[in-house]
């Protein structure tokens, strides 16, 4: 018996240092990013007063796709009184997910107020950057199929600019630091939607009109 605990003894002890060394690695690894991540709707920053939502999408994910519209109705709905920030957060299966993140991040720099225009022109054209779509493409390619389609939506003239954005380490940076704020926040899948800084239970699924107004209708009141 008392062997037996020694060596759990020994072995807990291990996990603790084995722990820590993790623990260290990360936070040497997260440099502080020098402003918050996201993309503010209609350029409509939280106040003290505001609800907020923040709502991690991947450009190339159905789900996030189904999920804007009857978030965009409560948006209009509800105005001034709730706020929307938008991550973007690629998923690791889903080809393209990143270039089409990194995308948002240029456009964003190019013209802040192009940027959800460039996220439903995804929306509405996911297909054409999915995985199989691509499949025999060669990298260089589909990045320049979505710096086209990327100035296609927020302004021709746009082009050469977002195409020196995708070689600007700033925009992949600016890239990982959405994802990583997300995995920070426990992020695994999109849509995933925070209220107030805190999850919604059905995150991962798009949520009707009628969900938003029962979430968001009692806070109101309060
Ligand atoms: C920026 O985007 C907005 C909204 O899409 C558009 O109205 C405006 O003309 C754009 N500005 C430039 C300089 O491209
Ligand atoms: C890729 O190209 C090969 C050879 O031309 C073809 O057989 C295959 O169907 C293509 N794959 C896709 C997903 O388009
Ligand atoms: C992908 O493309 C190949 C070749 O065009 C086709 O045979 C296959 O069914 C496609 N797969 C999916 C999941 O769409």
């Known amino acids: 018996m008392k062997f037996l605990k020694i060596q759990n003894y020994n072995t807990l002890m291990k996990s603790i240092v084995l722990l820590l060394l993790c623990v260290v690695h990360v936070n040497a690894q997260v440099t502080l990013p020098s402003k918050q991540d996201g993309f503010w709707y209609k350029n409509r920053i939280a106040n003290t007063k505001s609800i907020v939502i923040e709502a991690f999408f991947d450009p190339l994910c159905p ?21 929307l920030v938008v991550h973007p957060f690629p998923l690791p299966y889903h080809d393209n997910a990143f270039i089409s993140s990194r995308a948002m991040h240029i456009s964003n720099q190019l013209n802040t107020s192009a940027t959800y225009r460039l996220l439903e022109s995804f929306f509405d054209h996911q297909g054409r950057f999915y995985g199989n779509a691509t499949f025999n493409l060669s990298r260089s390619s589909v990045v320049d199929k979505i710096a086209r389609f990327t100035s296609n939506s927020i302004g021709n003239s746009h082009y050469a600019a977002v195409k020196v954005g995708f070689t600007d380490p700033k925009t992949d940076h600016a890239t990982r630091i959405s994802f990583k704020y997300g995995c920070v926040k426990g992020v695994y899948g999109t849509p995933f939607f925070f209220v107030n800084g805190f999850p919604l239970s059905d995150s991962g699924s798009a949520l009707d009109y009628n969900a938003w107004r029962k979430i968001i209708h009692p806070l109101l009141k309060n």
């Open 63 to 83: 789900d996030s796709r189904d999920s804007w519209p009857p978030l965009k109705l409560a948006l209009q709905h509800y105005g001034s009184r709730l706020s």
